[in-house]
């Protein structure tokens, strides 16, 4: 069982930066690959970005690439998520997920086992 928390979200104006965080419960946090994925008002839930259980691998969704870096500190049990260039269109409730896997990532969400309840990031134009 895993259990994970997101914070950090807020509002901030276009361009500027954030960083939400996800901290995880449990010693086997280094056995999961973690995700990042959000969900706008009316659309469903995207994929952002994922790292494998040791960070070696990482992906991101084209619509953050070169703006969103994924990263991980196994012995914090924490995952983060910096935003920079932010944009209108990233607002959402951001959510980080946790897939147990031996290698690799995955974007599609119903391969994740467990969910945060979320972070709310509010750009402003």
């Known amino acids: 069982q895993v259990q994970l928390v997101e914070s950090g979200g807020g509002l901030v104006q276009a361009g500027g930066s954030l960083r939400v965080s996800c901290a995880a419960s449990?010693?086997?946090?280094?056995?999961?690959?973690m995700g990042w994925f959000r969900q706008a008002p009316g659309k469903e839930r995207e994929f952002v970005a994922a790292?494998?259980?040791?960070?070696?691998?990482?992906y991101y969704a084209d619509s953050v690439k070169g703006r969103f870096t994924i990263s991980r500190d196994n012995a914090k049990n924490t995952v983060y998520l910096q935003m920079n260039s932010l944009k209108p269109e990233d607002t959402a409730v951001y959510y980080c997920?946790?897939?147990?896997?031996?290698?690799?990532?995955?974007?599609?969400?119903?391969?994740?086992?467990?969910w945060g309840q979320g972070t709310q990031v509010t750009v402003s134009s």
């Open positions: 449990g010693r086997t946090f280094s056995s999961y690959a």
């Open positions: 997920a946790a897939d147990r896997r031996d290698y690799g990532v995955d974007h599609r969400g119903n391969e994740y086992d467990y």
């Open positions: 790292i494998s259980w040791s960070g070696a691998t990482t």
